[in-house]
């Protein structure tokens, strides 16, 4: 499955980041997050995967249902470990789902949206790549690694950037 590849790109990219960072620095507020860690956008990113995971066999998915763990965003160790478990559990077929959300901060009242498991699978690897961005961020605010070229960039753009480098 192509999706499941390209979770697994950016997911080998994610942990091999991890790997070069302190515990201090993965759990250290950064002022260019709003005070926000990188662990917490770590968790984030294992959390809406998981929420597909959990809701997949009754068919409905609701990612305002995550666990916000602490342990995840403080851990990276832990999270590390979670990614990869993440992706083992990618490999389900496609089927159709529910997307349950509340979109009005004024309302109480979830709203259903059809849609299917490899489109939630898309949605996740793009939402994933764009908090991959804000850890590069925070990195950039917390730490000297050497981040590799496209870490939170996607992969349209660098398509794009490597047709116009031609």
Do not use: W
């Amino acid at each position: 499955m192509q999706l499941q590849q390209a979770v697994n790109n950016v997911f080998v990219q994610l942990a091999e980041t991890l790997k070069q960072l302190s515990q201090q620095e993965y759990a250290q507020p950064c002022s260019t997050l709003f005070q926000n860690t990188i662990g917490q956008h770590v968790r984030h990113i294992i959390e809406l995967f998981q929420c597909l995971e959990n809701g997949y066999d009754e068919g409905v998915i609701n990612y305002e249902k995550r666990k916000r763990d602490s342990v995840i965003e403080n851990d990276k160790e832990f999270a590390t470990k979670l990614l990869n478990e993440v992706y083992l559990k990618l490999d389900r077929a496609d089927k159709d789902l529910t997307l349950e959300a509340i979109y009005d901060d004024l309302s109480d009242q979830p709203i259903s949206i059809r849609t299917n498991y490899s489109r939630e699978i898309a949605y996740n690897l793009e939402h994933t790549i764009h908090h991959m961005a804000l850890i590069r961020v925070g990195i950039n605010e917390v730490s000297n690694i050497n981040l590799p070229t496209n870490f939170g960039v996607a992969s349209s753009t660098v398509k794009h950037r490597n047709q116009c480098a031609q």
